[in-house]
């Protein structure tokens, strides 16, 4: 693919094709430095449009969801099945994850289309989907730090049939989570997949306060 790339648009000025594991690529070193001698607009121009391996796509949906500074839209083809999941944050459901926290932590979701499997070669054996998303920037994340505040939301779901006030204990007592529970109004019976974002996001504020 590479190779018929760079036959057809090789002169393009605008072009660079990198050959790398985008799983362990650079990506703001090398793109940033691109961007601006390329692209002169005060406003990120940059989007990724990518059909993945399907085996990869969450692990590249990580990788570049948090890069609001530098993608301002990131639009994937993925297994069917993995879409609609990102897409849907819907709690109280067995498909409620840490991923759709992280998802739309820095980035806002949209389920575009399905793409039947008949329309790739070689064939897979299941169909693929596209989907959007509009990456925040990051005043607009949420008031949290990230790296604590994903740290407990995974601890909570190591349990997840579990209460919160067993699965985070070693963060706190579970009077301490109770309280907490309490004060954000949520019953101190509560499990992960009973929080939204924003459910989690004041549970983690109260607990680093205590």
Request: overall charge neutral; glycine content about 2%; some cysteine.
């Amino acid at each position: 693919m590479a190779t018929l790339v760079k036959d057809r648009f090789g002169s393009t000025e605008r072009l660079k094709v990198i050959e790398e594991d985008i799983t362990k690529f650079h990506i703001r070193y090398h793109f940033i430095p691109f961007m601006k001698e390329k692209c002169h607009a005060t406003e990120k121009p940059a989007k990724v449009v990518s059909n993945l391996p399907f085996n990869v796509s969450t692990e590249v949906v990580k990788l570049l969801l948090p890069m609001g500074d530098v993608f301002s839209v990131v639009v994937l083809m993925l297994q069917d099945e993995t879409a609609v999941r990102l897409a849907d944050a819907s709690i109280q459901t067995p498909e409620y994850r840490p991923i759709n926290l992280f998802v739309n932590f820095y980035s806002e979701p949209e389920y575009k289309f399905r793409v039947d499997r008949e329309n790739f070669f070689p064939r897979p054996k299941v169909d693929g989907a596209v989907i959007s998303f509009k990456l925040k920037n990051s005043e607009e994340y949420p008031p949290v730090a990230p790296k604590t505040f994903f740290s407990m939301v995974n601890s909570a779901f190591n349990g997840k049939r579990k209460m919160l006030r067993k699965s985070l204990q070693h963060l706190c007592t579970s009077s301490e989570i109770e309280a907490a529970l309490h004060n954000i109004g949520l019953p101190v019976t509560a499990r992960p997949s009973d929080l939204t974002l924003d459910d989690f996001v004041r549970l983690h504020n109260h607990l680093v306060e205590v």
